[in-house]
């Protein structure tokens, strides 16, 4: 179990001298076996401090194309790289977006019975309920207000009650219209409306993607192409359902 070092050797040969002796001391051979123990288990300060030095990593920070790699201090914490300004506008607009869609599925339960439409708007609703507390976390991890400021917009009245349309959001008329319709209306509005909806999302990336500078954070890029894709096969969804009830 240890290794046989000089200090060891010098315990073994004090307890088989204890051992051996007429007097047979029991208690002093017990404290010396303990000791013996003791300073075989335990480290000596150097040892510690040298395992400690073993156990401290390193922090290294790639170089550029072409340029050395930096070493770091120990202290050294990593940060979140600055979003652009349209990263941040985006954000805060699709969780307005988004929350608009989950308006809509939760009229579902009670204007169809349509099991299709169900079950298309609890994926919906499961989906983009998750995707806005994404969105929240992201823009409170970097200091930012979760919802777009509101003066000075484009679009909204003095009052200040109105919010602007994001691209694709249905209107108040389209809104009223979908929670007065009832049956297979509410089908067939819920799922133009919804194709709508999930059109403007696709425009908000496309802009995102086309403005300079803006989509680099990887975080983000990474929840923007799942939103293309995943709202796409909606539609796609959503248009064959329509094709059906024709």
């Known amino acids: 179990m240890f290794a046989d070092t000089p200090k060891l050797r010098s315990c073994s040969f004090l307890r088989a001298s204890i051992l051996e002796s007429p007097t047979g001391v029991v208690p002093l051979v017990w404290v010396l076996m ?6 075989g288990l335990f480290p ?20 550029a194309p072409g340029m050395p790699s930096k070493t770091m ?36 339960a009670s204007h169809t019975e349509n099991k ?17 507390r994404f969105m929240q976390r992201w823009l409170a991890a970097r200091g930012q207000p979760t919802s777009m400021a509101m003066a000075g917009m484009p679009g909204m009245d003095m009052s200040g009650q109105s919010m602007p349309l994001m691209p694709g959001m ?29 059109g403007g999302a696709l425009v908000m990336v496309k802009d995102l993607f086309d403005t300079a500078g803006a989509g680099q954070d990887a975080e983000l890029f990474n929840f923007v192409t799942d939103v293309d894709s995943g709202q796409r096969a909606e539609i796609r969804i959503m248009q064959n359902m329509l094709e059906e009830k024709r």
């Open 34 to 39: 303990a000791a013996c123990a003791l300073a």
């Open 44 to 63: 000596t300060p150097a040892r510690a401090q040298q395992g400690i030095a073993q156990s401290t990593s390193v922090v290294v920070q790639p170089g």
């Open 73 to 108: 201090p120990a202290s050294a914490r990593p940060t979140l790289p600055q979003p652009s300004q349209a990263d941040i506008e985006f954000m805060q607009g699709m969780i307005m977006h988004h929350s608009q869609a989950v308006d809509m599925t939760a009229l579902i």
């Open 116 to 132: 299709d439409v169900r079950s298309l708007g609890a994926k919906i609703s499961s989906s983009q309920s998750d995707e806005i």
């Open 170 to 198: 249905l209107t108040p008329e389209q809104m009223a219209a979908l929670r007065n319709a009832r049956g297979a209306e509410f089908d067939r509005l819920f799922l133009t409306g919804m194709i709508q909806h999930h």
